[in-house]
Structure formats: structure tokens, C-alpha cells
């Protein structure tokens, strides 16, 4: 089945450091993914969206790539910031339904 | 900035009842969706709808489930017989339409405990 992988459940960085979290999918080729921001009882956030033709999207202090031949996505927050604290989820898409991952929770350290 | 809303913000219900769960998306918006999270899981898809009808459901989307737009400008999850399992962040989300890929802009969510 489809399936989208974050490898790390939990990420902590220091302020000011840049953040990079990873995504992986098996099982089919989306032709887009997006990521977004989770804050706890909270809905997801859109953040960023990446097509499958794009190598990289920028937006601010995030930057998102897409590497169709190793089947992942880069998610990278530069100068971090305890504010940027929240899960961050990655989805893939073939068309309007996603496939979202577990999420990574990152906490910036002050 | 226009946003995704949802009532309620939790309901509490007793195994068996029917629970119906509420939102209004986006107003330009023809794509609605329905979402579930269960309590420190992933979020997983249950429905798409355009057009007055379902596009897309998954495994989930059983038939315990339907969803609705009583007018034009609610969007409905019903569930008909709930089970404690049911128990979950209800999210509905809306997007712009169905070309290309499409940014969807969720609700806050409601969260539903069987009890």
C-alpha cells in the first residue's frame, strides 16, 4: 500500500541551527508533496508544495526538495526558532487525497 | 484570511448513538475532504467530495459513515452507530478545485470521544 515515511519521530536542535527533517515513499510515485505544521490539538497547517518536475521550493526561512530517484523529501528550517517548535507532517498526493506520514515533532532548544 | 471551521470543538457521546459533525469550508472552495487523527497517530483520509458527491473514500470510510452538503455552505460527517474505536481529531479540510495539485486548508477539528 501506499506509504509515506518520516524517519525521525522526534527531532531537537538548538536555536539558530538549521532543521532537516526527511521523508521517504514506497509504494507509488506522488506527483506532488506537501508539508505542513502540526501544533498539538491543533489542525495541519499548509506550509509548503513541492511538484514532482521541481527540485526545490523555497519559502522564507523554509526550503523543500524533491528527489524522485531516491523516493524523498528534504523539509530544512534555517536559524530555527523555539517558535518553530510543533510535529511537522509530510503528505503525498496523486491527485486531491493525500497519504500523510507520522509526522516528526521538533523542538527547538533556546 | 478565510478559513475552515468546525462545531463542534469536542462531543461526547455514548457508544451506539449517531454523531453528526459539522463544518463550513472555504467559500470559494469546491473540494471538501474529511480527515481523522486518532490520539497521537497519523492523520489518515476518509472521504473526498465534489460535485454533490463522493470522489474518493478510503478503507475507513465504511458504511457506518456518510457525508453531506445540507446546503451551500456546510459540509456534514455522520456516523451512524459509533464504536469506542471512533474515538479520534475529526478534521475537515477544504481546497480550491480538482486541477493539478491542490493546497487543502484544514478546520480545527472536533474532537470525539465514545464513550
Known amino acids: 500500500s501506499q506509504k509515506i515515511e518520516q524517519n525521525s519521530e522526534a527531532l531537537n536542535i538548538q536555536e539558530g541551527k538549521t532543521a532537516t527533517l526527511t521523508c521517504n515513499y514506497t509504494?507509488?510515485?506522488?506527483?506532488?508533496l506537501q508539508w505542513y505544521r502540526q501544533d498539538p490539538g491543533r489542525g495541519p497547517v499548509f506550509l509548503l508544495l513541492i511538484r514532482e518536475n521541481e527540485k526545490e521550493k523555497r519559502k522564507e526561512r523554509l526550503k523543500v526538495t524533491f528527489d524522485t530517484t531516491l523516493k524523498q523529501s528534504l523539509f530544512h528550517i534555517t536559524a530555527s526558532q523555539p517558535a518553530d517548535s510543533a510535529t511537522y507532517l509530510c503528505?503525498?498526493?496523486?491527485?486531491?487525497?493525500?497519504?500523510f506520514g507520522p509526522g516528526t515533532r521538533l523542538s527547538v532548544l533556546p | 484570511e478565510p478559513e475552515v471551521t468546525q462545531t463542534p470543538s469536542h462531543q461526547v457521546t455514548q457508544m451506539g448513538q449517531e454523531v453528526i459533525l459539522r463544518c463550513v469550508p472555504i467559500s470559494n472552495h469546491l473540494y471538501f475532504y474529511w480527515y481523522r487523527q486518532i490520539l497521537g497517530q497519523k492523520v489518515e483520509f476518509l472521504v473526498s467530495f465534489y460535485n454533490n458527491e463522493i470522489s474518493e473514500k478510503s478503507e475507513i470510510f465504511d458504511d457506518q459513515f456518510s457525508v453531506e452538503r445540507p446546503d451551500g455552505s456546510n459540509f456534514t460527517l455522520k456516523i451512524r452507530s459509533t464504536k469506542l474505536e471512533d474515538s479520534a481529531m475529526y478534521f475537515c479540510a477544504s481546497s480550491v478545485g480538482p486541477r493539478g495539485p491542490d493546497t487543502q486548508y484544514f478546520g480545527p477539528g472536533t474532537r470525539l470521544t465514545v464513550l
Open positions: 509504494n507509488y510515485s506522488p506527483a506532488y
Open positions: 503528505a503525498g498526493g496523486e491527485g486531491q487525497n493525500f497519504v
